[in-house]
């Protein structure tokens, strides 16, 4: 099973940016497709950002725009820049992993956006 860790979570004001981390453990991260999720309290998990292999991506309507996933296959790492944060976006943030029908989670990273 790959190992994940976020970070980069916090309070950040309305119309404000957070970059978030995540770190994965395997020597085959470049073929893990990768994908951030969140999940808000009596809300359910949703998809926010995907991206593949070939570093094709996909965005949840609600955050074209204005989030970027990214990775650095050099340092089995995955990205998720957000700007123009708003109160919808609070959140705890979750790291997802796939390689060979299997699907790994990271224990999430809280993120926070009020004034």
């Known amino acids: 099973q790959v190992q994940l860790v976020e970070s980069g979570g916090g309070l950040v004001q309305p119309g404000g940016s957070l970059r978030l981390s995540c770190t994965a453990s395997g020597s085959n991260f470049r073929f893990y497709r990768l994908a951030w999720y969140r999940q808000a309290p009596e809300k359910q998990r949703e998809l926010v950002a995907t991206?593949?292999?070939?570093?094709?991506?996909n965005y949840a309507d609600s955050v074209t725009g204005r989030f970027t996933i990214s990775r650095d296959n050099a340092k089995n790492m995955v990205y998720l820049q957000m700007n123009s944060l708003q109160p919808e976006d609070t959140a705890k943030y979750y790291c997802?992993?796939?390689?060979?029908?299997?699907?790994?989670w990271g224990q999430g990273t809280q993120v926070t956006v009020a004034s």
């Open positions: 997802n992993a796939d390689f060979q029908e299997e699907s790994s």
């Open positions: 991206i593949t292999v070939g570093g094709i991506t």
